[in-house]
C-alpha cells in the first residue's frame, strides 16, 4: 500500500474547518501535517504565517490545498508549483481564466498535479442526472440557485470585491453541474445587479444557448431568506428531471429517482489522490469561462446598497 501524502493546508477560514479538516481526518492516504494561514491555526499540526514560510520549513511537504479567496490564489499556487508540490485549489480556481492556464501549465513544467476542484459535481445525484439526461432529447432546462447571502457568507468582504464573483460565488457551482450534465452551451445575454456600495453582482440573469440549440436559463439571487433553491430542471423526451439540494437529489416527473447524504469533500480527495498517483492533472475551466462571459457580454444594473 502506498505512504499517505504529506499535504499541507493554506488559507484556514470557514471551508477548511467545515470540509476540509474532516474529510482529511477520514482519509488515510493523506496526512495533514502543516497549514499556513495569517490568522486561523489548526490544532496538533505546524502552523506558519504564509506558504512560502510553510514550504521552507517542512520540506517532506508533497501537497498543498489552497482554501484563500479566489483573488489571491495564483500568488500561493505558483509557489507551490515551483517548489513542486501538488496543488488543490478550492472553487473558484482563480480569479480569471488565463491565470489558470498559466498554473495549469505550470504545473505540466514542473511534473505535478494541478486540482481546480469542482465541488458541486461530486454532489450525489449528478451522475444519475448526467445519465438520464445523455439516454433522452432535453428541450429546455433552467438553473435557479437563490439562497441569502447573510446566512452563508457573513461579513465576509473578499466576496464582494473584484474577483470574489459576488452571487456567481454560489453560481459557479451550479455551472460546474451544469456544464457536467448539459451539453456544451455558450452565453447569448446576461444581466448583472450591482448593489450601488459594492462591486460584485447580488442578482444576475444569465441566457445560453447549446450548440445543440437548448435553450438554458440562470436565474441567480443572493437575497432569497426562507427555503434556498439550488436546483437545476430539464424538459425532457423522457419527463421533467428535477435535480435540487445542490445535486442531491434527482426526481423524475415528481418522483425521487436518487437521493443519498452528500460526501463532496471526502470523493474531492479521493479524485486529488488518483490524479497525484497517476501523475496527471485536472483543470476544467469551463465554470470559470462562463462566469467571465457573463461578466463581459452582461448588462449592468445598479440596484440598492447592500448591508451585511
Ligand atoms: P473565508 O473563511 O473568508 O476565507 C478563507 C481564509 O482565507 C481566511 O480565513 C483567511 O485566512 C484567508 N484569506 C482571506 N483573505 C485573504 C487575503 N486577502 N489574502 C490571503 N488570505 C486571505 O472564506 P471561505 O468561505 O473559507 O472560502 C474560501 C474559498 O472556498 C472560496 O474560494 C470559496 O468560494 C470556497 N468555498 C466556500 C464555501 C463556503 O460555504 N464558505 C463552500 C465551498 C467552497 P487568514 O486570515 O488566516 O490568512
Not at 206 to 230: K, Y
Request: aromatic fraction near 8%; glycine fraction near 8%; hydrophobic fraction near 45%.
Amino acid at each position: 500500500m502506498s505512504q499517505p501524502i504529506k499535504i499541507g493546508i493554506v488559507g484556514v477560514g470557514k471551508i477548511v474547518r467545515d470540509q476540509h479538516l474532516p474529510a482529511l481526518a477520514k482519509d488515510g492516504d493523506f496526512q495533514l501535517i502543516a497549514a499556513a494561514s495569517r490568522h486561523g491555526k489548526v490544532d496538533d499540526i505546524a502552523n506558519f504565517p504564509d506558504i512560502e514560510t510553510m514550504l521552507g520549513a517542512v520540506p517532506e511537504l508533497e501537497a498543498v490545498s489552497l482554501c484563500m479567496p479566489p483573488q489571491f490564489r495564483y500568488a500561493a499556487a505558483r509557489t507551490a508549483l515551483e517548489a513542486k508540490k501538488h496543488v488543490f485549489m478550492e472553487k473558484p480556481p482563480g480569479a480569471t481564466v488565463s491565470e489558470v492556464e498559466d498554473l495549469k501549465a505550470l504545473a505540466a513544467q514542473n511534473g505535478v498535479t494541478l486540482f481546480a476542484s469542482w465541488h458541486s459535481r461530486y454532489a450525489p445525484a449528478v451522475e444519475a442526472a448526467r445519465k438520464f439526461l445523455g439516454a433522452t432529447t432535453i428541450r429546455s432546462a433552467a438553473i435557479v440557485w437563490k439562497e441569502d447571502v447573510r446566512r452563508w457568507h457573513p461579513n465576509q468582504d473578499w466576496i464582494w470585491q473584484p474577483g470574489g464573483f459576488g452571487v456567481f460565488d454560489p453560481g459557479i457551482n451550479a455551472l460546474s453541474i451544469a456544464t457536467h450534465i448539459l451539453p456544451a452551451m455558450h452565453i447569448t445575454s446576461a444581466v448583472l445587479d450591482f448593489p450601488e456600495n459594492r462591486d460584485a453582482p447580488v442578482a444576475a440573469q444569465v441566457s445560453f444557448i447549446a450548440s445543440t440549440g437548448l435553450p438554458v436559463t440562470m436565474d441567480l439571487d443572493w437575497l432569497q431568506t426562507g427555503p434556498q433553491s439550488w436546483d437545476i430542471l430539464a424538459d425532457t423526451d423522457a419527463g421533467r428531471m428535477v435535480l435540487s439540494g445542490g445535486g442531491s437529489k434527482l426526481a423524475i416527473d415528481g418522483k425521487v429517482v436518487h437521493e443519498e447524504p452528500e460526501a463532496e469533500y471526502p470523493l474531492l480527495y479521493r479524485r486529488f489522490s488518483e490524479i497525484v498517483r497517476a501523475g496527471a492533472s485536472d483543470v476544467d475551466l469551463a465554470p470559470l469561462q462562463h462566469v467571465a462571459d457573463a461578466f463581459m457580454l452582461g448588462k449592468r444594473n445598479v440596484v440598492e446598497a447592500f448591508f451585511d
